[in-house]
């Protein structure tokens, strides 16, 4: 092997100690970890390496390398580490950090992941809200969605919050972008040389039937029941979407007050179909909801019972966790009071669109970016022929 | 009347060693002994390390001076029940168990072959049953036989009786209470091999050709389960590929949080008997470190240059049953970054020492370590700990530990050493 310089980064080792990986000098690098892990690769497997580079400060290491977002964080590593050194409370600080160093613009990471900024990040949406005019409640029986209902009132709600999703979608496609570029140069100076014989779409595909199955999950054992837990709060996820796409497309459509009515372009859409519409999305909405409050309420859960284990987690996990169960409960509990027609529906609508706004404008610098590093991480693997 | 003596708990090397040495020097001592012999796991042992002489030797030496030496008494079978200080002394009770054979016995072995009955022998770690009257082994000092009572029900201790002709075997015999005044108290009640099976990843007692650095030197000891051929037990076929899993308990917070101090060695020495039995064989040794202290890294350099043995720097954290009984180790191995899964005919579990305090701590006011060792500071005055109840050690250590002990309790026997003494 030829010579090689290391520069170890030792402002970066007190960064990882200080964001919840503070047992990360334990570790006297035995490898169990590296063994008992069931989503690891053969060759290079993690985490026992990213423990002497994160030991070490190689930052670019770390981050220039798909495998501390295949980590599911089983934390069978955890379990089993003769030091109590917790790689996998290691590899979760430090997927937090890589999130602070790809995401767009990086300084949203750094206060999305420090209490201190928690109110202030929630005044924005709150501040956009009651702006919009969500301070003034509409007489009448408590309605949402339909034309002069709540929502209807809300001025500029739609353009405020479909301009925020698409900000953080591009912040999220530059972030990715970033990541991929970076593992690819990672991959380039490590002399080995990518498998050319996988397609780009091939690898997405495959890389989204394992995520839909939760393959990887399954082979956790520590925390066997997290990926029950995990399905439950995916799928809900995938059910909310569908429902806000059609609910969505029924404020668009609708002839009486709709979107393209008011812009004076109404279009023809029968009753029926609008009626089938709102049958459809309440059916998968409300199943939904009741998914993600119970698979919400199993993570937590979960956490709490192997937190001997695997560790409890930290402000980056329980961020995450608070605003799902939050955005869950505030749903269903404005859902209760609009059915028993209580005024209260409206300031608990407001809270649960401040948590919708939250979820979703900072997603590219929270937890919920995972989804999205993890996919990537897992389509490179497929694609440099890795797994 | 009580006895007046130095009382040294455990006959193992530490306490041989003390006792005798006390008893050299003109003081009377007691050695109380759980097993129905002395030697303890010295006893068990095929060879020290490092050089590889057997520990028989060593014993014999031990058993003669204690025979030629009427200032030694020992009681075997036996266990200390309670101790209470009174003037600078301790009143010491001590409980005997029934041997059912007493001193007539010639070690005939009539009983043995008359006996219908059998025993797990766990002198072997279960790996040969005896019959319920046995000699613990061949060497065994008191040489007597022992019958043991759970196992020899109705009628069975009959028939031990009826065929020995010297009328040694005692069937009424009752626990006897032993009642000492201790001017000092050794305790050197050694240690046992942690139960590695609790370690669910290393296959102890899951996967049929796993056996522990204990095991494996009865495996190789003449006087052993087969006769001293290092064959793997499910099968009795010669294991040609054997991989020795170092800090199997041991360094590990889950287990034992700290290191054994023996087991490299052992296995090092170990991987000895097995080329001395088959030159063509070859020995993989899987480690987080070699521990080899002071001047036992040259026996480290010795079995690292010998042909067929190799070293791995990672640790083995998955033993599984594979085709043909053999075992499949998986590790990383840490220099070169791969995962590794090799087969191997047998997997010897260096599996680490706990002090025999940890299951039995005594009655002493003495403080424990949370894994069960004696916290020496914590010593009453007058009572010593020796050898492997305060930490790991091996043998050369333990008597010197041992020699230092009896001088110590020699000086408090003629009150050299007041109360709240020097410890």
């Keep these: 092997m030829s010579e090689r310089i290391l520069n170890p980064d030792l402002g970066f080792v007190k960064e990882v100690i200080k964001s919840g990986g503070e047992s990360l000098k334990k570790c006297y690098q035995c490898a169990t970890c590296s063994v008992v892990c069931n989503v690891t690769p053969d060759e290079n497997p993690f985490p026992r390496k990213e423990m002497i580079q994160a030991q070490w400060g190689l930052k670019d290491e770390l981050f220039r ?46 206060m999305v992941n420090q209490p201190v900024f928690l109110l202030l990040l929630l005044a924005v949406p709150l501040a956009a809200l009651l702006a919009s005019g969500a301070g003034h409640v509409p007489a009448g029986p408590v309605e949402f969605g339909k034309p002069g209902g709540f929502l209807f009132s809300l001025k500029y709600i739609d353009p405020l919050f479909t301009s925020v999703a698409v900000l953080a979608l591009l912040s999220l496609f530059l972030g990715i972008r970033k990541y991929w570029s970076a593992m690819s140069e990672g991959q380039s100076s490590s002399g080995k040389s990518p498998a050319t014989d996988i397609s780009l779409g091939t690898a997405i595909k495959e890389t989204v039937k394992e995520i839909l199955a939760h393959k990887r999950f399954d082979k956790c054992e520590t925390t ?101 169960a939050g955005l869950g409960i505030t749903g269903l509990l404005a859902e209760l009071l609009r059915v028993g027609n209580m005024p209260a529906a409206y300031p608990v609508y407001v809270v649960h669109l401040c948590f919708v706004f939250f979820l979703f404008a900072y997603a590219p610098f929270s937890k919920m970016a995972h989804m999205f590093y993890r996919a990537t991480a897992m389509v490179f693997e497929k694609k440099s022929g890795k797994a | 009347m009580a006895e007046q003596c130095i009382l040294v708990i455990g006959g193992g090397i530490s306490g041989l ?68 200080a009174r003037e600078g002394s301790y009143d010491v009770t001590v409980k005997v168990a029934p041997r059912y054979i007493n001193d007539r016995c010639v070690s005939c072995d009539a009983c043995a072959q008359a006996c219908p009955a059998e025993r797990q022998d766990d002198f072997n770690f279960g790996m040969s049953k005896t019959t319920a009257a046995y000699l613990p082994f061949d060497q065994a000092y008191p040489m007597r036989y022992v019958i043991d009572a759970a196992n020899c029900k109705d009628g069975c201790m009959q028939k031990c009786k009826e065929a020995c002709k010297y009328g040694a075997v005692e069937l009424d015999m009752k626990p006897e209470t032993v009642k000492i005044n201790a001017s000092a108290i050794v305790v050197a009640t050694g240690w046992d091999p942690y139960d590695i099976s609790k370690a669910d990843n290393l296959g102890m007692g899951k996967v049929k050709n796993v056996i522990t650095n204990m095991m494996m030197e009865r495996l190789a000891a003449p006087n052993g389960p087969t006769a001293g051929r290092i064959l793997r037990p499910s099968d009795g076929k010669e294991p040609k590929k054997v991989a020795f899993v170092q800090c199997a308990g041991s360094r590990d917070e889950n287990h034992l949080s700290y290191c054994s101090y023996i087991c490299c060695m052992a296995s090092l020495k170990q991987t000895t008997y097995l080329k001395e039995q088959y030159p063509d064989a070859t020995a993989d040794i899987f480690y987080i470190d070699i521990r080899t202290p002071g001047r036992y890294e040259k026996f480290y350099w010795k079995v690292r240059d010998m042909e067929g043995v190799s070293f791995t720097k990672g640790k083995v954290a998955r033993v599984e049953n594979t085709e043909g009984d053999d075992v499949l180790v998986t590790l990383e191995d840490v220099l070169s970054g791969k995962k590794v899964r090799m087969a191997f005919d047998m997997v010897v579990l260096a599996a680490g020492m706990q002090s025999a305090t940890r299951q039995n701590p005594l009655q002493l006011g003495i403080n424990y370590t949370a894994e069960g060792m004696i916290v020496p500071s914590s010593l009453k005055p007058g009572i010593y700990a020796v050898g492997s109840s305060k930490s790991p050690v091996d043998v050369a250590k333990s008597v010197q530990d041992a020699t230092g002990a009896a001088l110590r309790s020699i000086q408090s026997a003629i009150k050299l050493l007041p109360a709240g003494g020097i410890r």
Excluded at chain 2, 48 to 71: Q, S, T
Aim: glycine residues 8%; positive net charge; hydrophobic residues 45%.
């Design chain 1, 65 to 110: 390398n798909p495998d501390i977002w295949l980590c599911h964080q089983c934390s069978d590593c955890t379990a089993y580490c003769p030091r109590g050194a917790k790689p996998g409370e290691v590899l979760n600080a430090i997927r937090k950090m890589s999130l602070q160093e790809f995401s767009v613009p990086g300084f949203l990471a750094r």
């Design chain 2, 17 to 84: 060693t003390a006792a005798i040495e006390a008893a050299e020097a003109g003081y009377d001592v007691c050695i109380v002994e759980k097993n129905p012999y002395l030697g303890g796991r010295v006893a068990q042992l095929n060879k020290y390390f490092p050089k590889l002489c057997p520990p028989v030797c060593g014993l014999e030496i031990n058993y003669r001076r204690i025979k030629e030496n009427a200032k030694v008494k020992f009681y075997t079978m036996a266990q200390v029940e309670s101790v209470t």
């Design chain 1, 224 to 324: 066997k029941g997290r990926s029950t837990a995990h399905k439950l709060v995916f799928y809900s996820f995938i059910g909310l979407f569908i429902t806000t796409v059609l609910a969505f497309g029924k404020v668009i459509l609708e002839p009486n007050g709709g979107y393209l009515a008011y812009l004076g372009h109404p279009v023809n859409v029968s009753a029926s179909l609008l009626t089938g519409l709102v049958v459809v999305y309440k059916i998968i909405g409300n199943i939904s909801a009741a998914a993600l409050i119970i698979g919400i309420l199993l993570v937590m859960g979960n956490r709490m019972k192997n937190a001997k284990k695997a560790g409890l987690g930290s402000y980056y996990d329980w961020l995450f966790i608070s605003l799902v």
